[in-house]
């Protein structure tokens, strides 16, 4: 709806000629102008502005102004050859090689010196080694290391020597 602010905020902008205003709030503006004095007023005041406006006549500057303003602007800054100065890429390489020289440096750790004589060969039979834990060697099952009947452990069967490439007996079963 156009109120007679919104009629004043077009005029201000677009000038006393309908044909300036904007199309989606043309009409509703000629109607407004149509039926209110107020606004048939702001329209007159704006159409008498922009009369004074389009009789103003401006003329073109005079040469000495033209002149005076050329003198006065500021030159344009001149572009300086681009120099490559050393330290913009010395210092990141210097850098970098520092860095290669220092990580890349051989660490020298002291390895004792212990004769291979010295570490002894142990023949040890595997009972023997069974022998030094609780666990008796005939409880316990040899590939899951779990004593039958004493931790619940799963009933597990050892795993198949069959080879892996052909089917297995239960795959023999089901197709056939």
């Known amino acids: ?21 904007p199309d989606g709030e043309r009409d509703a503006a000629l109607a407004l102008i149509a039926a209110s004095p107020a606004a048939r007023a702001l329209q007159d005041d704006a159409a008498l502005l922009d009369a004074l406006l389009d009789d103003d006549v401006v003329e073109p500057p005079s040469a000495a102004l033209v002149a005076r303003i050329v003198a006065a602007a500021p030159a344009p800054a001149r572009r300086r050859a ?16 520092g860095l290669a020289l220092w990580f890349g440096r051989p660490v020298e750790q002291p390895v004792p010196a212990i004769p291979i004589a010295a570490l002894g060969v142990y023949e040890v039979g595997s009972d023997e080694l069974l022998a030094l834990s609780d666990v008796e060697p005939l409880d316990t099952d040899a590939w899951t290391d779990c004593p039958d009947d004493v931790l619940g452990c799963p009933a597990a069967t050892p795993p198949s020597t069959e080879p892996l490439s052909g089917p297995s007996t239960d795959e023999r079963r089901i197709w056939s």
């Open 82 to 97: 681009r120099v490559i100065r050393p330290t913009r890429w010395l210092v990141p390489l210097a850098l970098a090689a």
């Open 1 to 21: 709806m156009m109120t007679l602010d919104r009629l004043h905020a077009l005029l201000d902008a677009h000038g006393a000629a309908p044909e300036r205003w």
